[in-house]
T-cell receptor
């Protein structure tokens, strides 16, 4: 079967750095997406990785290793507004998105 | 720029009642459209997707149905709601490219009592 694993919940301090991991086992791979979802709201797109390596976008970076079936989202200089769930999704060989359950990130002052 | 609308934002319905949720997209033509359901603490579950008018693919057998009567309109329906239909329903659009990013509407919170 297809599976996406993320930690259920993480806690970090304002101003710090946090890394949210995602491991996957899917039938085929056509890219990995990260989304941010604030409580009660819709997911918003953060990043897309299809090749190995690190993609940086301001305070957020996303890393992919296809051989290890592994990705992480790195958030720097954490702000209170970064408190949200972070969803990892992999596009399989049929170009369908397989979603993880999400990681709830709690930021403390 | 593209925008996606969903309504209603929240809905409370009795078991056995019908359902109609609507999604419309502006600022793009011939988008791929998707209906997802999100249960608390779980990943998004793809319910239906459409690559064009009248073309609907169902991913999960259930008492829901979808229709696409116009290019930028996607409707989710049910004739008789079940308790298990409660959840957060999300509509999304993407371009026609196979790996295009999906962008979500604001969602509808459905509670079936």
């Amino acid at each position: 079967g297809q599976n996406i694993d993320q930690p259920t919940e993480m806690t970090a301090t304002e101003g710090a750095i946090v890394q949210i991991n995602c491991t996957y086992q899917t039938s085929g791979f056509n890219g990995l997406f990260w989304y941010q979802q604030h409580a009660g709201e819709a997911p918003t797109f953060l990043s897309y990785n299809v090749l190995d390596g690190l993609e940086e976008k301001g305070r957020f970076s996303s890393f992919l290793s296809r051989s290890k079936g592994y990705s992480y989202l790195l958030l720097k200089e954490l702000q209170m507004k970064d408190s949200a769930s972070y969803l990892c999704a992999v596009m399989d060989s049929n170009y369908q998105l397989i979603w993880g359950a999400g990681t709830k990130l709690i930021i403390k002052p | 720029s593209q925008t996606i609308h969903q309504w209603p934002a929240t809905l409370v319905q009795p078991v056995g009642s019908p359902l109609s949720l609507e999604c419309t997209v502006e600022g793009t033509s011939n988008p791929n459209l998707y209906w997802y359901r999100q249960a608390a603490g779980r990943g998004l579950q793809l319910l239906f997707y459409s690559v064009g008018i009248g073309q609907i693919s169902s991913e999960v057998p259930q008492n829901l149905s979808a229709s696409r009567p116009q290019d930028r309109q996607f409707i989710l329906s049910s004739k008789k709601l079940l308790l298990s239909d409660s959840g957060f329903y999300l509509c999304a659009w993407a371009g026609q490219g196979e790996t295009d990013t999906q962008y979500f509407g604001p969602g509808t919170r459905l509670t079936v009592l």
